[in-house]
């Protein structure tokens, strides 16, 4: 898949980032870079030009690497790749085999994307200090396909952890999903940060996140999967919204919360727990169970946009409590949502009962 990008030269702090088209170098090649006067300028003022060969000249390895189970990324030239992409375009299509993905810390100008790829793990050297980020919307590729930071199709066994992944999309932007994982099952999000605004995580088939931070707004976690999320902030920023939009068939489970916080930037108020027409999804599922909210939630706590039949709808809540561990007044919840039994949240709690038999081991 190609992509357009918002800038295909930038400047982050004393880096150059020039985005190339997919694949333009190959194995075992010597590459100089000329920069004319005045394409590259500092806040002063001053230009960068480079106009030899010798001055800004480098090779690429001689081959891949033999090894394709466990690949690595770095900026510094330590690795064989120096792009998180690089090294999926590595892994052959289809594979089974465990392939460990190892990214040095920095900051990756990555659009990322695969499919039916198996088993891979991308793993970060510092959850803070390897990050992927970049700008990608609807705006500059059209489509949930083509929109997210990192995305992924078809795909099953992955695991992402101990990074950060940044759409920098800016408010009012359109949407724009930090990572979007689609079709991917038994995939398991550990110790890893989530940042965008609109439309944050778009995750279908079964996911299973924990120890995370997802931050955005409105709809910013969304998709037809079944989820779940243990001992994670969800964090609303710039904006109140509705944080969930789970699109899930009445056969599976959709978006479950367990043991999580959910906090908003200073002063917002007026968010929602979830949204769903449900003249059109009339069985989404969204569950809270021992989560602590802020008082950016509406007293309402859910929202109908449209519809009113909501015999199968499953707004499902249980044991919340504000930040000083009081429970909730929930008595003006949305009529239509439930507060679940002690023993019906005991089912909830349970990760092979929401993702369908599978018991995940982050």
Known sequence: MTFNTARPVSVDGNAVVVTLPSRPLRYGQTYYVTVESGAIRSPTGASFTVTDSATWRFSTAAAAPNDRANLAVALDGSAPFCSVQGALDAVPANNSSPVTVTI?????????YFRSKNNVTLAGQDRNGTVIEGTNNDNLNPGTKARALVGVDASSGLVVRNLTIHNLTPQGGSQAEALRLEDCDKCIVQD???????DTLLWSGRVYA???LVEGNVDFVWGTGAVYFTNCEIRTVGRSGPIVQARNPASTYGYVFVGCKLTSDPGLSGGVLARIDVSVYPASHVAYIDCEMTGEITAAGWQLTAGSNTSMLRFWEHGSVDSAGRAIDVSHRLAGSKQLSDAEAATMRDATVVLGGWRPAP
């Open 104 to 112: 040095g810390a920095g900051r990756y100008h990555d659009i990322v």
């Open 192 to 198: 890893a940060t989530i940042r965008s605004l609109q």
């Open 210 to 212: 924990t120890n995370c």
